[in-house]
């Protein structure tokens, strides 16, 4: 279903869950079986297939998953792992998480990914790993990234939260390093309510994962045995079935989220925003369709601006170091340390992009847009 009526409060994000897909989550709520079942399995088979990888290891959050693959590759206190100062703040937590110390990277004004040429600079004998994102649906140079790792001999862990069928050179991300995780959040491109997905070729790291997920629990001899202290990572089966019914429809999703973006591509024509970048070789699958504003501009007036014209809009991702854990903790001062990464944070707008806009939508927030 579309919001048709622009008159309406159009909000930043409404996931787009239809009549099948509430029909398979409730044969699993009757069934009784309610935790990591039949579609928990089915859901990580088309994650593995679709990304043309071994395993896929689905868990309770996005969040979980980036920190059990911190877990599995054992990162702990006195690790370095390096992280882009711009992302959802989950990306450096993890780190924390695990005792071990997120070192930042700024990002560019264009992808609002990583600058991948600052990545080496970063690099010590404590460094263990790099987490890049896809930040937006956009893939970051992730080719060049893990050439860089296997350089040093660090691993990759693909933050690929907001990339779900996103590529780089037709190979879809969170299949390039040695773990990829994905959430299943309701602003993400198809939903679990609640959800996240690992995806590796390491046999050992995955059969650890299946463990570490559901309190180091292996079964021997079909006995339940515990191997490892793990945690209580599962997902339950009807959110599987839910995030399950959507994936059916994936390519059509992202299709059609590609028109809404051109959409805006072709009517917002303000000066006082730049427009998101694209990238030969490098899909966009618009998590978030994310503006700049001028300097002239203040973020928060516009956002209150546009919430009295009917549309739901708000700053895109966090500029971690600039969070006041981050900044008291390591001293930074993320306006010079980090610049794009502070100002992508201060002056980005996010604005509505998904199934149940229609044109019009699209085409309203473009006006409204250039208006203000």
Same mark, same amino acid.
């Given at each position: ?153 660090? =691993? ?50 995955? @059969? ?42 994936? #390519?059509?999703?992202? #299709?059609? +989220?590609? +028109? ?8 917002? +024509? ?36 546009? +919430? ?14 600039? @969070? ?17 990464? =502070? ?30």
């Amino acid at each position: 279903m579309q919001v048709q009526n622009k008159t309406e409060f159009i909000p930043l994000a409404r996931p787009d869950i239809r009549d099948e897909d509430i029909v398979l989550m409730n044969s699993v709520l009757k069934s009784g079986m309610l935790v990591q079942g039949e579609y928990v399995a089915k859901l990580e088979k088309c994650f593995a297939d679709f990304h043309h990888v071994k395993h896929a290891i689905a868990v309770s959050n996005g969040t979980a998953s980036l920190h059990l693959a911190l877990k599995v590759l054992d990162i702990k206190e006195g690790d370095e792992v390096i992280v882009p100062a711009f992302s959802y703040v989950a990306t450096a937590n993890v780190v924390e998480l695990v005792g071990a110390t997120p070192v930042f990277v700024d990002i560019d004004l264009v992808s609002f990914n990583i600058r991948t040429e600052l990545i080496e600079q970063k690099i010590t004998s404590r460094t263990k790993a790099i987490i890049p994102v896809h930040e937006f649906g956009l893939a970051c140079d992730i080719e060049s990234i893990c050439a860089i790792a296997d350089k040093y001999g660090i =691993y990759v862990i693909e933050d690929a939260a907001c990339a779900l069928g996103a590529t780089q050179n037709g190979k879809p991300v969170g299949g390039f390093g040695i773990l990829g995780s994905f959430s299943l959040h309701p602003r993400k491109s198809i939903t679990a309510g609640e959800g996240g997905v690992l995806l590796t070729n390491d046999d050992l790291k995955a @059969q650890q994962l299946r463990q570490l997920r559901n309190h180091g629990i292996e079964i021997e001899d079909n006995n339940m045995v515990f191997v490892k202290a793990g945690f209580n990572y599962r997902m339950t089966d009807f959110q599987a079935a839910l995030a399950y019914s959507q994936f059916k429809r994936l #390519e059509n999703i992202l #299709e059609y +989220k590609n +028109k809404l973006a051109g959409i805006y591509f072709s009517s917002v +024509k303000t000066p006082k925003v730049i427009l998101p970048g694209l990238f030969p070789g490098r899909n966009h699958t618009w998590q978030t369709f994310h503006l700049l504003l001028d300097e002239s501009l203040d973020q928060k007036e516009i956002i209150k601006r546009l +919430k009295q014209k009917g549309i739901g809009t708000n700053y895109g991702a966090q500029c971690i170091p600039a @969070q006041i854990y981050y900044r008291e903790k390591y001293n930074l001062s993320a306006d010079k340390l980090f610049p794009s990464a =502070y100002k992508a944070y201060k002056k980005g707008l996010a604005i509505p992009i998904y199934e149940r806009l229609s044109d019009d939508n699209i085409l309203y927030i473009a006006r409204t847009i250039n208006e203000l």
